[in-house]
């Protein structure tokens, strides 16, 4: 297919972002009847700052998920880099094209879910929505026929595809929609919240689902969601994004050395009253037998801390683990909302 | 198979699942067509002067104008303006195809269907039993064939034109809730066009409107020289095709300056 590639920017990356600048003008009004008349003359018009000098590349097989607080611009850099919006200014390049300028070429090569919408006909059963989609993107039949068993088979798709889309749960539509985004077999993959309202079963598909896209296809994938086990479960490297800024990027766990160092000790006490101190750990928690101790890595190692605590009193149980996720990040949203 | 041959069939089929609204477009056309069948004869009896057209032609034109009423701009595609409401219009730009082709193939495809449901039975109903004539001779029936061709172009490139200016509303009724008003009068749908005021008539001439109704029809009722057969073809087609590039214009304009609703 010759449609297939830009003029290569002669880089390995599959994406390069630089300085991106992307404002939205919002006519605001005051609130009731007045405000709505005082509306009609003059309009105050407010400039937000949707994505404000975001910078990032991406390595081909990255899997890279994009988080930050409703309203940090997340979506509107998928839709800049899935070439629906042109940004103001600064570079932004994937597979060696430029988004909007190369849309059709383009978006030939990539897959996009918004997760709050569905790209299927809805008065359309299942299997004719993916046929319409090989003629959309041209898929030659043999391709075809192979990219739908595999994508029937991983996402258990088989007694579905002949229901019309407006009859499917949530969670079905939702797998559905990603076979509609795969049918192609795109190099590039956009997810904006696929798990958004999902139950517990549907939302364990999807990730197993990404996470052999990722790994057996080699799929690059960028995933928002505000769904912390799904970064947990997916991400080797998180992006996190506010008020159109990066706040920062890497690994998960350096995400979290970042906010905090500390680690949580959970302890099964033998005798529920026991009594229970140490210089360096912090009670946070305590419910009958169960206790929980907040404590630095870095004044006293795991390890010296158990054995103080073991000599104190019986101990049934122990674990040591870090602090869940949504509260790291939930203090970095906190941070930035000052 | 051309992907947006693809669309065009896949809406079309969509479309005729609507069997229920078809009869019920049948049975509302059915039920005006007689009030204005009344209305007109009633005009016609208490007239002095001889009318523009005959009451068998005027009776023929009206049950057309009734056949026909899915292929007049009788609505905006729901589907396309419930997508720019809610911002399903970011996939269609996610899709490696140009966007005006494809709005334009499902366009076509809003027509065309309901049109074939409801015309079919409607015109044979109307030559069976009230009054509809067939046209005069066989040159007649070809032009009117063109005729309903271009108007199907017209309509479906003036459809497009609504959407597109939608991109730059927020909820979008308000060109689509008036343009089939407009189309309704100016194509000649509620009153024919020979029996308005002469001044009208030279402005509504020039106008694309008239292509949707008026050529089509009166060229069923074969009451125009045949040499000017051609001329009123290409005014549909000129029209056709100024429509198809404004509304190409409109969304490369509209598409750069996008925002899309909600997250």
Redesign the interface.
């Known amino acids: 297919m010759s449609?297939l590639l830009c003029e290569a920017g002669g880089t390995a990356l599959d994406i390069v972002v630089e300085n991106l600048k992307k404002s939205?003008h919002v006519a605001e009004r005051e609130p009731g009847t007045w405000g709505a008349v005082k509306g009609l003359v003059r309009r105050r018009v407010r400039v937000v700052n949707a994505l404000d000098g975001i910078s990032f590349a991406l390595a081909p097989g990255e899997l890279v998920g994009y988080i930050g607080p409703?309203?940090a611009g997340k979506?509107t850099t998928v839709?800049v880099l899935?070439?629906?919006?042109?940004p103001d200014s600064g570079r932004c390049e994937a597979l060696g094209c430029v988004p909007w300028r190369d849309?059709?070429?383009y978006?030939?090569q990539?897959g996009?879910v918004?997760g709050?919408?569905?790209?299927l006909?809805w008065?359309?059963p299942v299997a004719?929505s993916l046929?319409?989609l090989r003629?959309?993107?041209?898929v030659p039949a043999d391709a075809y026929a192979r990219s739908r068993a595999e994508l029937v088979e991983m996402l258990q798709l088989a007694g579905l595809l002949t229901v019309p889309v407006r009859q499917l749960s949530l969670g079905q539509r939702m797998r559905c929609d990603l076979a509609a985004a795969l049918i192609h077999a795109p190099r590039l993959l956009f997810l904006d919240?696929p798990t958004i309202g999902l139950d517990a079963v549907s939302k364990l598909a999807v990730r197993d689902f990404v996470r052999r896209l990722n790994r057996e296809r080699g799929v690059t994938v960028i995933l928002t969601t505000h769904d912390m086990d799904d970064i947990e479960a997916l991400c080797s490297r998180v992006i996190l994004i506010s008020d159109g800024k990066i706040l920062s990027d890497g690994s998960l766990d350096s995400l979290r050395r970042e906010v905090t160092r500390e680690r949580r000790l959970t302890l099964d006490l033998e005798d529920p009253e026991a009594e229970i101190s140490d210089p360096d750990a912090e009670l946070i928690e305590r419910d009958h037998g169960r206790v929980r101790l907040s404590f630095d890595p870095e004044r006293v190692s795991p390890a010296e801390l158990i054995g103080r605590i073991t000599a104190q009193c019986a101990v049934r149980d122990l674990f040591v683990e870090n602090p869940p996720i949504e509260e790291i990040v939930a203090r970095l949203y906190g941070r930035t909302a000052k | 198979m051309n992907p947006y041959v693809s669309l065009f069939a896949a809406r079309f089929r969509a479309l005729l699942q609507y069997r229920l609204a078809a009869v019920a477009g049948f049975g509302t056309q059915l039920f005006w067509g007689f009030l204005r069948v009344m209305i007109f004869t009633a005009f016609y009896r208490s007239t002095t002067k001889p009318p523009p057209i005959s009451l068998p032609d005027m009776v023929s034109y009206l049950w057309l104008t009734q056949a026909f009423f899915a292929l007049s701009l009788n609505y905006v595609d729901p589907d396309v303006r419930a997508m720019m409401r809610n911002g399903t219009v970011a996939y269609e730009m996610v899709r490696p195809l140009d966007l005006y082709s494809v709005w334009l193939s499902t366009a076509l495809a809003a027509r065309i269907a309901p049109t074939v449901l409801r015309a079919v039975p409607m015109l044979l109903v109307a030559w069976l039993l009230l009054g509809l004539r067939l046209p005069p001779g066989a040159g007649c029936a070809l032009a009117t064939a063109a005729g309903i061709a271009c108007a199907f172009l017209l309509t479906a490139a003036l459809s497009v034109v609504v959407t597109a200016s939608l991109f730059h509303t927020v909820s979008g009724e308000g060109l689509a809730r008036f343009m089939p008003v407009v189309v309704y009068i100016f194509s000649g749908i509620l009153v024919p066009l020979p029996l308005l005021p002469g001044w009208m008539q030279s402005i509504l001439d020039v106008l694309p409107f008239r292509g949707i109704a008026d050529i089509p029809y009166r060229l069923y009722l074969g009451t125009v020289p045949a040499s000017d057969v051609p001329l009123l073809l290409a005014h549909q087609l000129a029209w056709t095709i100024a429509l198809v590039l404004l509304g190409k214009l409109m969304l490369r304009r509209s598409t750069r300056r996008l925002v899309v609703q909600g997250g």
């Not at chain 1, 899935?82 to 042109?86: A, E, F, Q, R, T």
């Open positions: 449609y939205f409703n309203g979506s839709k899935s070439g629906i919006l042109v849309r059709i070429s978006v030939a990539i996009v918004f709050q919408r569905t790209q006909w008065d359309l004719e046929d319409l003629d959309i993107y041209r919240e």
